[in-house]
């Protein structure tokens, strides 16, 4: 399968002041197999992130199961390291504007004043480049509460110990001090100071949840990556938690990422919303306005398959087919288009797509398929067992609209069928609106999602 090219904001919109600005990022997962364990492919978990997180704003990273929300924050929290791409701290509006001109500029067609801020920008604010200090001030800076508090809290400790540990080791603190300290994040946080030596299996779920952001908070942190902190807690104590989490925004001046399926909790909590799929941003934007008005048909099905969701949200008539595709080879040009209802030729058609939607609706035939003769990933000779399973294969794909996208008519010969889509190039997240990107290819070109009755054939 041809490289894929990275997703390119192409006129991304500074956001004023960032704690967090990724370019390109990507988390690719090995597959190993055999007795020597050979690497056969790679999961691409996250595969071409960019995104800027703004000081003091909720950005809500939404999307399906094993679309890679968790992969990413992970990265961004400094617990997995990106295998391709930058994450940049702390940059101003103009500090954005000038990595994202210095980025496109080849090195040596630099000038000598580029080279010298490129070298500053990269020293002052590339995790990686920066000076180990500033790298554990990142670190320290940036927290994070997990789904699972049972897990990620130690059963054989107090939650004196717990809580007090990063000031302990970061701050050296202990005796009263650090008594005291606990004391205070524990009241913050709702819990009360007397729970202190206490273990985790005596609190309720709510509770240890609680006990985890005083741990998270105990540093005075800016920025706090929440991963699906209340998917794990009965309905009456998520909206606790969810309350006491704003209310510590408000209080703490903090900074969220804020990781759930859940897009009901995002409409109420985020600022700025980002959906992904398959491993990159299908859209981005404020939330508001994504959710009145989405630019990517995925969004729209995640939307009106949400009921808890307020708003004139129709239920659509579209839904999405198949399975989600497997991210070692993830679809060319838009990844949605396989399952998506509106896709049209230009969203990126291949021999995969085709054997992929046979294998999932047409059982009986994929298994009169004998061979498979690629060329490459657009075209492809397939035979089958008879000249009359290999008419019944060109009659479905006529009927389908993967055939708007191929390059020349298909050509039958005795069991084979000759197939040859045109290569589109991988589909990129644009802005489309100031501030509103997406990735979607129909929409960059229509400028808007088509109305709700338009579906697949
Ligand atoms: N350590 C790993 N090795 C190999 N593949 C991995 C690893 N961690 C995650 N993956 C794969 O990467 C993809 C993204 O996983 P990730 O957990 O980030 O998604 P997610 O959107 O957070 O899903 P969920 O909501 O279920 O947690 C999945 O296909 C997953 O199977």
Redesign the pocket.
Known sequence: MNQHQPTIIRDRTPVSDAVLTLHDVKVH?P?KEGLLQSVTGH?R??DGVDLTIGRGQTLGLV??????????GRVIAGLVEPTGGDLWVNLTAEQQRDVDRLRAVEPASMTAADRAAWQSLQTGHRLGSMSRENQRAYRRNCQVVFQDSFASLNPRQLVRDIVGRPLRVHQGLSGDRLNAKVGELLDMVGLGSQHMYRYPHQFSGGQRQRISIARALALNPEFVVLD?PTSALDVSVQAQILNLLVDLQGELGLTYLF?T?DLGVVQHLSTTIAV?YL?QIAEYGPTDLVFNDPLHPYTRILRDSNPSLDGENDATEWELTGSVPN?ISPPHGCRLHPRCPVARAECGWSVDDVLTDIEDRAPLLFETISRVERQDDFTADVTFDTEVSARAFADRLQASRAHDAVDRPLEIADATVSVSFREVPDATLQQLREGRLTSCTRTQNLGALPPIHETRR
């Open positions: 997962y597959v999961v978990a996250v999307g399906e199961s094993g679309c890679g929300k968790t992969t990413l699906e990781i399926h992904m491993g991210p």
